[in-house]
T-cell receptor, first 116, second 111 residues
């Protein structure tokens, strides 16, 4: 009964490179959420996806960041031309349903991105 | 925008002591979740509360939801070193399902 899986757990990139973070939701879950955690800002929502659809991207930076959740395979959070300020822990969560009172989300272990 | 305030920010206590941490909002929650996060790991869901005045217990942890659904508390009885971590409350009121988190309370329980 695997939980939410994320890889890699740690990722080091130089400024200007691309970072790709992967998330496999819990079995049977079709709702995926990405959050970013910065030490001084806490855990912040970035984007909510269902299979092949972006539902809410209100927390995504307007440039360099994109996310997808294809019909087959994991959800991908992609950061192009990384800068030092992108260094953070990125968490993926999945849920069985969306919205409503019992929207219980289960989190993965996170990917810790360090930009040199 | 819903703002969540958690207090205290930091708490360091001795094993065996009791403690309470708080989560307050500027507006009404439709549901509120409590998570615990250990260093290097993702948040783990502890409980969801939805009804004003609701009380839920999880072993030594007692969660209360305010009558007006604008505040919540987490009480830990006889704290143990294993309770050490970051305690986060999250508002699940959004109709798109996104969670809005408080800044968290960092708890350290010393043996």
């Amino acid at each position: 009964n695997a939980g939410v899986m994320q890889n890699p757990r740690h990722l080091v990139r130089r400024r200007g490179q691309e970072a790709r973070l992967r998330c496999s939701p819990m079995k049977g879950h079709s709702h995926v959420y990405w959050y970013r955690q910065l030490p001084e800002e806490g855990l912040k929502f970035m984007v909510y996806l269902q299979k092949e659809n972006i539902i809410d991207e209100s927390g995504m930076p307007k440039e360099r960041f994109s996310a997808e959740f294809p019909k087959e395979g994991p959800s991908i959070l992609r950061i192009q031309q990384v800068v030092r300020g992108d260094s953070a822990a990125y968490f993926c969560a999945s849920s069985l349903t969306s919205g409503g009172s019992y929207n219980e989300q289960f989190f993965g272990p996170g990917t810790r991105l360090t930009v040199l | 925008t819903q703002l969540l305030e958690q207090s205290p920010q930091f708490l360091s206590i001795q094993e065996g002591e009791n403690l309470t941490v708080y989560c307050n909002s500027s507006s009404v929650f439709s549901s509120l979740q409590w998570y615990r996060q250990e260093p290097g790991e993702g948040p783990v869901l502890l409980v969801t509360v939805v009804t004003g005045g609701e009380v839920k217990k999880l072993k030594r942890l007692t969660f209360q939801f305010g009558d007006a659904r604008k505040d919540s508390s987490l009480h830990i009885t006889a704290a143990q070193p294993g309770d050490t971590g970051l305690y986060l409350c999250a508002d699940g009121s959004s109709n798109t399902g996104k969670l809005i988190f408080g800044q968290g309370t960092t708890l350290q329980v010393k043996p």
